[in-house]
């Protein structure tokens, strides 16, 4: 099983298990970024919240295999953001996520964010024309940028958009900070107690333990939403696994990159235990979409080699989910259930959406101070019915197409506890994944990533 740099080299927090009923105000399920910082914030407003987090330790999922970049600039968005939305709604997506990135100052110890550049870098005329599209998109939403042939990269380049005043961390550390405010301010944190049964009419919900929570209000914040179903969002979000490489360096860059050209590549390097790591990331694919990953691993490895003159020391890979017009679904699941939200769709921008999410949740709990914009901008339920009905019809023919192939050419493959999908084995990860809804299952059947709850049966 490969292993992320922040999970090999960061001290983990894991608590105890969740033993017996408990009652809350809110009731959050899942202990990533998301989750313990909205935990955070609604414990400091006094707020009575139970997380529960599935794994054995927080921010071991999406977040502990993220870049760790905190960030404004997310690739080519800001060009694509003003074919969708209002110059106004773009404005007020970009100035949500450069707050994200003060809001992280001012909460985390001071060592915990680095400031750095970001820059979105070509090597291609076509990747210049994105470049030079995504450059006119800043100058109508008044993004201080600019244009510059100058890059720490070893290789070269046709042009770089840079954004200053950017950020990153180490996001499993900050996962770990948050966990130890959270619960120093009243939140009760449980690690290791996986939600199986979600009963919406009655406010509860039972673990694997059949242990039961009552709550007023519940915040999914597992990535995907297990009650996703409600509003038919399992067939609005896709996803798409990333792979990354990292390796020891003499020094750190002072700024991170990311390419437009295809296939796109992520770049950073950290600071951790006074040593300076370098993190390649890229290829990205349909999750449970190819069999064999390893050609993938291979080629970012070789990238390192080649132009870095170093040899991986961890390699790893993370899932997104995204929605059908980019932004981020944060707030109410339906109109219907006003007692459910979740916070899911970050399209591989987790660091800074997390914050944004959180302050979201919390606004619409705590009423403490108005955020009808970014509650409007993000909310599951905005109108926007022609992308999410084209999205319904590719992603659910996809399923459909997945779930009858599965079951012609993997008869006795593993089928997934989720929607009955036949699971494909990944030999570079060592695990099961379902090409369906991207639920992941360790060699054992254990379940490592959602939507799935429950284990796979092996014999």
Known sequence: MTQSLWLATAESVSLSSLTSSVT????IIGGGLTG???????AKAGVDVVLLEANTHFGHGTTGHSTGKLTAQHSIVYANLLEKLSVEEAQLYYQLNQQAIDQARQILPENS???VDSLLYCQSKEG????????????VLNIKSKITSDTELPFPITKALCMSQQAQINPLEVSNFLAKEAQAMGARLYSNTRVQQLNIPQNNLHTE?????QYNKLILCS???????RGLHLFKLSNSRSYMVASKVSETMQGQYLSVDFPSRSIRTATINNEHYLVLGGANHIAGETVNTEPYYEAISNEMKEHFEQQPLYRWSAQDIETPDIVPYVGRITNSLPNVLIATGYRKWGISNS????DILSSLITGARSEDGAIALYSPSRTKFGAQFMQMLK??????KEYIAGYMKNVTAPTCTHLGCKTKWNEADETWDCPCHGSRFNAKGEVLEGPAVQPLKLD
């Open 24 to 27: 809350c105000d809110v009731c």
């Open 36 to 42: 313990l910082y909205t935990a955070y914030t609604l």
């Open 113 to 115: 964010v680095r400031q």
């Open 128 to 139: 210049y024309a994105q470049l030079l599209k995504e450059w006119n998109a800043y100058k």
């Open 209 to 213: 333990k059949n242990i039961s929570v």
């Open 223 to 229: 990535h995907y939403p297990i009650e996703a179903f």
């Open 355 to 358: 914050f944004v999410a959180g």
């Open 395 to 400: 992603v659910g023919g996809f399923v459909a």
